[in-house]
């Protein structure tokens, strides 16, 4: 078998063709990490030191602004911000993945779909990094209250992060095709994103919106702070990865007992795979589709 036959192992165009250049990938993601933290005078501190730093004001400041008190907030926090901003960073960088490639794509045939997963990989990765920042975190509240808050529920974080990162690079592989044909996309997704973080339950608990649709039943009224929190519940895939993460490290070192907001059951589990895999698919199958037509308009 020649060298040009094992290169071709996979189907021209195909999201597997991207195995063929496995090697490229690798340096594409390795470059994008060397990138972020080049002439950097902290390095990959940096990745731990700033949501340290952002998770110290939003604590400060929105502990002061919510009457309804949430055990351990700076944790409960730092969950949900790490992995929005994972996802929201990993997405943002894949939508401009194509365009920032013309120059290479205009030389050379390799598989498109590197592109945007390279980002996303790189993203992946510095997530991980950042989890640095968690983990000091909660090695300090443990030493505050005199009780290890590291238990082996941690570890299902690594379930929380396949599901992310599949749903991401769905999201990204579609919002890099729509950005070679519709280059004020970054726009949108700017402004979705902005309204997305407010519907994800990162500085405020769910347990407010139930008790808001209490009040509003009770009053005779129509409950739709229950309704709106039924709607981020199970239709909003941050969330849903967002409230499994804190079930692995928020959730099992409470003392206090749980609401039932904050408990995860395996409807949670398949939510998010679901979505997962759904924008995964919608994702590949409309970049194949549209990705022999980018050449004309990079």
Not at 32 to 55: A, Q, T
Not at 181 to 194: C, E, G, M, S
């Amino acid at each position: 078998m020649t060298a040009e036959q094992k290169k071709s192992k996979f189907k021209e165009g195909s999201f597997l063709e991207l195995l063929n250049y496995k090697d490229l990938l690798y340096q594409l993601v390795a470059r994008d990490i060397k990138l972020k933290y080049r002439r950097s005078f902290l390095g990959y501190v940096w990745s731990v030191l700033n949501p340290l730093l952002i998770m110290i004001i939003m604590s400060i400041v929105f502990t002061m602004l919510f009457t309804k008190k949430t055990e351990l907030f700076p944790i409960y926090l730092m969950c949900g911000r790490t992995v929005f901003e994972f996802i929201k960073t990993a997405t943002d960088k894949a939508l401009g993945s194509i365009t920032d490639n013309a120059s290479l794509l205009k030389k050379t045939y390799v598989s498109k779909f590197m592109f945007p997963m390279s980002k996303i990989t790189a993203s992946m990765v510095d997530f991980v990094f950042s989890l640095g920042a968690l983990v000091i975190l909660i090695v300090v509240y443990s030493f505050k209250y005199h009780r290890a808050l590291f238990s082996f529920w941690n570890f299902g974080i690594v379930i929380v992060i396949i599901e992310a990162y599949i749903f991401a690079m769905g999201l990204g592989f579609l919002l890099a095709a729509l950005n070679v044909f519709f280059r004020d996309i970054k726009y949108i997704y700017h402004a979705v994103t902005t309204m997305w973080i407010y519907c994800s339950a990162i500085f405020y608990n769910m347990g407010s919106f139930y008790d808001k649709g209490a009040k509003q039943l009770k009053a005779g009224g129509t409950p739709y702070a229950l309704y709106l929190a039924k709607l981020i519940e199970y239709f909003n895939p941050a969330y849903i990865y967002i409230k499994q993460f804190r079930a692995f490290v928020w959730a099992p070192v409470c003392r206090k007992g749980l609401e039932s907001w904050a408990y995860v059951h395996p409807t949670d589990f398949a939510l998010g795979f679901g979505y997962a895999f759904l924008m995964f698919f919608i994702g590949v199958f409309a970049f194949r589709k549209s990705q022999d037509k980018f050449i004309l308009y990079i």
